[in-house]
Protein backbone atom coordinates (compact mmCIF):
# COMPACT_ATOMS: atom_id res chain seq x y z
CA UNK A 1 0.00 0.00 0.00
CA UNK A 2 1.64 3.34 -1.21
CA UNK A 3 2.15 5.96 1.46
CA UNK A 4 -1.04 8.32 1.82
CA UNK A 5 2.06 11.22 1.71
CA UNK A 6 5.05 10.97 -0.70
CA UNK A 7 8.34 11.18 1.04
CA UNK A 8 9.98 14.60 0.77
CA UNK A 9 13.42 14.74 1.07
CA UNK A 10 13.57 17.81 3.45
CA UNK A 11 17.14 19.04 3.08
CA UNK A 12 16.91 19.12 -0.86
CA UNK A 13 13.47 21.12 -0.29
CA UNK A 14 14.95 23.57 1.93
CA UNK A 15 18.82 24.18 0.69
CA UNK A 16 19.89 22.16 3.79
CA UNK A 17 21.71 18.94 3.86
CA UNK A 18 21.95 16.31 7.10
CA UNK A 19 19.63 15.32 9.51
CA UNK A 20 19.62 19.17 10.98
CA UNK A 21 17.04 20.45 9.20
CA UNK A 22 14.40 22.43 11.14
CA UNK A 23 11.71 20.83 9.00
CA UNK A 24 12.61 17.60 8.74
CA UNK A 25 10.67 16.07 12.58
CA UNK A 26 6.93 17.85 11.03
CA UNK A 27 7.40 16.06 7.22
CA UNK A 28 8.59 12.69 9.75
CA UNK A 29 5.28 13.49 11.83
CA UNK A 30 3.19 13.79 8.49
CA UNK A 31 4.31 10.49 6.95
CA UNK A 32 2.70 7.91 9.68
CA UNK A 33 1.95 4.81 8.35
CA UNK A 34 -1.69 5.51 6.62
CA UNK A 35 -2.97 1.99 7.63
CA UNK A 36 -2.14 2.22 11.25
CA UNK A 37 -3.29 5.86 11.41
CA UNK A 38 -6.34 4.63 9.85
CA UNK A 39 -7.02 1.96 12.06
CA UNK A 40 -6.81 4.17 15.40
CA UNK A 41 -9.59 7.15 13.68
CA UNK A 42 -11.78 3.95 12.87
CA UNK A 43 -11.76 2.28 15.97
CA UNK A 44 -11.56 5.49 17.67
CA UNK A 45 -15.20 6.42 15.80
CA UNK A 46 -16.69 3.00 16.20
CA UNK A 47 -16.05 3.29 20.50
CA UNK A 48 -17.54 6.79 20.03
CA UNK A 49 -20.28 5.49 18.14
CA UNK A 50 -21.37 3.08 20.83
CA UNK A 51 -20.52 5.24 23.90
CA UNK A 52 -23.21 7.35 22.18
CA UNK A 53 -25.57 3.96 21.56
CA UNK A 54 -25.11 3.15 25.22
CA UNK A 55 -25.86 7.06 26.41
CA UNK A 56 -28.80 7.36 23.92
CA UNK A 57 -30.64 3.89 25.28
CA UNK A 58 -29.28 3.97 28.82
CA UNK A 59 -30.76 7.57 29.63
CA UNK A 60 -34.45 6.75 28.87
CA UNK A 61 -34.17 3.83 31.39
CA UNK A 62 -32.26 5.66 34.03
CA UNK A 63 -35.16 8.54 33.84
CA UNK A 64 -37.58 5.67 34.56
CA UNK A 65 -35.54 3.28 37.19
CA UNK A 66 -34.06 7.10 39.33
CA UNK A 67 -36.86 9.57 38.94
CA UNK A 68 -34.65 11.53 41.57
CA UNK A 69 -32.06 12.02 38.99
CA UNK A 70 -34.39 13.21 36.24
CA UNK A 71 -33.63 16.50 36.39
CA UNK A 72 -30.19 16.92 36.28
CA UNK A 73 -29.75 14.05 33.63
CA UNK A 74 -32.48 16.15 31.45
CA UNK A 75 -30.68 19.19 32.26
CA UNK A 76 -27.58 18.09 31.15
CA UNK A 77 -28.71 15.51 27.99
CA UNK A 78 -28.83 18.61 25.50
CA UNK A 79 -24.96 19.39 26.40
CA UNK A 80 -24.21 15.85 26.28
CA UNK A 81 -25.56 15.20 22.69
CA UNK A 82 -23.62 18.50 21.68
CA UNK A 83 -20.49 17.03 23.12
CA UNK A 84 -20.72 13.68 21.79
CA UNK A 85 -21.80 15.41 18.13
CA UNK A 86 -18.87 17.45 18.52
CA UNK A 87 -16.31 14.76 18.35
CA UNK A 88 -17.70 12.61 16.51
CA UNK A 89 -17.24 15.07 13.17
CA UNK A 90 -14.04 15.91 12.91
CA UNK A 91 -13.00 12.14 14.03
CA UNK A 92 -15.44 10.53 11.68
CA UNK A 93 -15.08 12.78 8.97
CA UNK A 94 -10.93 12.52 8.88
CA UNK A 95 -11.17 8.66 9.14
CA UNK A 96 -13.62 8.98 6.46
CA UNK A 97 -11.64 11.03 4.27
CA UNK A 98 -8.73 9.33 4.17
CA UNK A 99 -10.90 5.78 3.61
CA UNK A 100 -12.33 7.11 0.58
CA UNK A 101 -8.34 8.18 -0.85
CA UNK A 102 -7.17 4.80 -0.39
CA UNK A 103 -10.59 2.64 -1.15
CA UNK A 104 -12.80 4.95 -2.50
CA UNK A 105 -16.13 3.50 -1.81
CA UNK A 106 -19.30 5.92 -2.19
CA UNK A 107 -20.80 3.27 -0.28
CA UNK A 108 -19.26 3.93 2.83
CA UNK A 109 -18.45 7.28 2.70
CA UNK A 110 -22.55 7.52 2.13
CA UNK A 111 -23.41 5.69 5.69
CA UNK A 112 -21.27 8.01 7.01
CA UNK A 113 -22.28 11.19 6.11
CA UNK A 114 -26.16 9.69 6.50
CA UNK A 115 -25.33 9.22 9.95
CA UNK A 116 -23.88 11.77 10.64
CA UNK A 117 -26.72 13.98 9.32
CA UNK A 118 -29.34 11.95 11.06
CA UNK A 119 -26.98 12.79 14.26
CA UNK A 120 -27.33 16.37 13.99
CA UNK A 121 -30.98 16.48 13.16
CA UNK A 122 -31.48 14.72 16.02
CA UNK A 123 -29.22 16.68 18.30
CA UNK A 124 -30.58 19.78 17.14
CA UNK A 125 -34.23 18.93 17.46
CA UNK A 126 -35.18 19.83 14.14
CA UNK A 127 -38.44 17.01 14.21
CA UNK A 128 -39.17 17.76 18.06
CA UNK A 129 -37.53 16.37 21.31
CA UNK A 130 -39.63 13.26 20.45
CA UNK A 131 -37.62 12.04 17.42
CA UNK A 132 -34.32 12.72 19.22
CA UNK A 133 -33.68 8.91 20.74
CA UNK A 134 -34.89 7.53 17.49
CA UNK A 135 -32.73 9.74 14.79
CA UNK A 136 -29.74 9.77 17.09
CA UNK A 137 -29.64 6.02 17.74
CA UNK A 138 -30.06 5.80 13.38
CA UNK A 139 -27.01 7.84 13.51
CA UNK A 140 -24.76 6.59 15.54
CA UNK A 141 -25.08 2.67 14.00
CA UNK A 142 -25.07 4.34 10.68
CA UNK A 143 -21.60 5.85 11.68
CA UNK A 144 -20.57 2.46 13.63
CA UNK A 145 -21.21 0.88 10.12
CA UNK A 146 -19.52 3.07 7.76
CA UNK A 147 -16.32 2.76 9.78
CA UNK A 148 -16.34 -0.92 10.29
CA UNK A 149 -16.37 -1.25 6.44
CA UNK A 150 -13.58 1.30 6.45
CA UNK A 151 -11.78 -0.89 8.79
CA UNK A 152 -12.77 -4.04 6.15
CA UNK A 153 -11.81 -2.17 3.21
CA UNK A 154 -8.66 -0.95 4.25
CA UNK A 155 -7.56 -4.48 4.79
CA UNK A 156 -8.80 -5.83 1.84
CA UNK A 157 -5.97 -5.02 -0.61
CA UNK A 158 -8.14 -6.04 -3.83
CA UNK A 159 -9.68 -2.59 -5.92
CA UNK A 160 -12.28 -1.65 -4.20
CA UNK A 161 -15.69 -1.16 -6.34
CA UNK A 162 -18.89 0.81 -5.21
CA UNK A 163 -21.68 -1.67 -4.40
CA UNK A 164 -25.08 -0.73 -4.79
Avoid at 98 to 107: A, E, M, S
Amino acid sequence: MAPLYPKIDSGRLHGCTGAASVVAPFLRAHALEPSNDQTRLDRAAIWLSGLCLIHCLAVPVAFVLTPSLSAWLDATETQTHWLLFGLAVPISGIALFRGYVRHPNRLTVSLGVIGLTLMLLGVAHVFGEDLEIILTTAGVVSVMVAHIRNLHLGHDHRPATDEH
